[in-house]
């Protein structure tokens, strides 16, 4: 079964540029509102019922970056109620709406990315052009799971030392500095190994060959060209204004015509390629297996 994540790292990382691109430059609501969607139902097919308490806190942060814009922000003509003497307006409300909304897709969409995008894949797409720009790059993916259970290792250890109490907050400082202490020790000395073993294995004395067990197949290709045609649809209604959206001083759609909705209906299908694609595999893969 070829799943999305599947695909080919370059297809895969095309689309999450469109799909991202295209909804942290447009204002429009529908546009948000699907690109919410998409990104949320595909980081929660993946995950199913993992990471559960990170859509309270992304529900949180919606909430808190709703409220901030009409908060600070007091231009609009409908005045819903006033705070020390500053009108809070209903436009300043429905643009922070749209502002979380943007803020959220993106969260959704960059989490998802970063884990269908591991360093062996950053690798391939960059390796033939950028070789030292991936290195850098894998290496640094690399070292962040690494540096975590290190850290957890360190503190264990400490702690099974009694060399320090978590009964108040200046105990967990005092131990945490000391944790942070070593783990920087020991990142110094992981990293100087590294060098030396690189060295040893003659990188950089010849020009580096590029090495991959990715590679095109018809799928990739024609998620590609969807991806392209669909992107191009809706970049082609923004470039026409035909999904333009005014929030200031009255909040006023555009005038509704072919174009938009040539763009919305694209978009939507943009958004929610992930899913479908990843749906209609599994359908397959289910029948494949009842005929078994």
Known sequence: MQSFENRNPITVAVYFLAVAGISMFCMNPFILSLSLIGAAAFFVQRNKTKHVKSHFYFFLL???LSAINPLFYHNGVTVLFVVNNSPVTLEALIYGIAAAAMILSAVYWFRSFSQIMT??????ILGKFWPKLSLVL???LRYVPLFSR???KINAAQTALGLYKDD???DRIKGSAGVFSVLITWAVEKGIITADSM?????GTHKRTHF????FKP????????TALLSSAVILSLSVNALDISYYPKTELGEFTAATYVGIICYGILALLPVIINITETVKWNCLKSKI
């Open 199 to 203: 060295t040893a294995r003659g990188y």
């Open 150 to 152: 290190q850290a957890k």
């Open 219 to 226: 799928k990739d290709i024609l998620l590609l060209l969807i």
């Open 119 to 124: 360093s062996d894949k950053l690798l391939y």
């Open 168 to 170: 108040n907050i200046a």
């Open 212 to 215: 991959a067990l990715f590679g």
């Open 138 to 140: 894998s290496m640094a």
């Open 62 to 64: 919606f909430i808190v």
